[in-house]
């Protein structure tokens, strides 16, 4: 059985850093993925990585960095710079080989982990 689990989200200053982790469990995966979602707002692409490639939007571009641990079967998302809008239920995503952009290009997704930025 596949399973996501992320963690390291938090409340943190505007202008601090977090670094999310995402494990997974019950098989490996050539393309993965983070999302967020703000309330209110539809789920937004952050980062993915595939064969060491990554891909990030313009909003999170230089402040956020996608890394994975093959030996571990984690990907990584350190986050720097952070802003009050980058607050949002970050979402770790699984899925096919590739760089994808839209959510419904994954197959398996991660319960969520909460990040708030204070001003």
């Known amino acids: 059985q596949v399973q996501l689990v992320e963690s390291g989200g938090g409340l943190v200053q505007a202008g601090g850093s977090l670094r999310l982790s995402c494990a997974a469990s019950g098989r490996t995966f050539s393309s993965m993925g983070w999302f967020r979602q703000a309330p209110g707002k539809e789920r937004e692409f952050v980062a993915a990585?595939?064969?060491?490639?990554?891909y990030y939007p313009d909003s999170v571009k230089g402040r956020f960095t996608i890394s994975r641990d093959i030996a571990k079967n984690t990907v990584y998302l350190q986050m720097n710079s952070l802003k009050p809008e980058d607050t949002a239920v970050y979402y770790c995503?699984?899925?096919?080989?590739?760089?994808?952009?839209?959510?419904?290009?994954?197959?398996?997704w991660g319960q969520g982990t909460q990040v708030t930025v204070s001003s």
């Open positions: 990585i595939s064969r060491g490639s990554t």
């Open positions: 995503a699984a899925g096919r080989s590739g760089i994808h952009v839209r959510a419904e290009e994954y197959d398996y």
